[in-house]
């Protein structure tokens, strides 16, 4: 597993938001599971491009954070479904302000990132 080797600035609000949701996936696994996607299975159909393993490290991130608790039901096979904590609720609110964000400024958006891909394969 990684182990960091530079200790995370932790001075201000963004530095801590950017330790606790830093992962390609982890917004989306917040929305998702708030949703009401809470398998491990449901999250993974929802976001295809993410490997399993991925999702695992980041969920367990999410959980040491307290944004998610994990429930293990005693069965066979075993079932594992997660939740948003009230801690984890309360970020709903900015991850749907960022969404609307993106979304007003989707084409704009798209053409930088898209125009930043094509300059790199240019080089």
Known sequence: ??????LPNLNCGLDLIGEVLYGKWKIRLLWFINEGFLRPSELQKKIPDASRRVLNIQLKELEEHELISKKIFAVVPPKVEYSLTDFG????????????????????????????????SEK
């Open 1 to 6: 597993m990684y182990e960091r080797k530079i």
């Open 89 to 120: 609720k309360t970020l709903i609110p900015v991850i749907s302000a960022l969404g609307q964000w993106g979304d007003e400024n989707e084409e704009r958006l798209r053409n930088l990132i898209l125009n930043r891909l094509d300059n790199r």
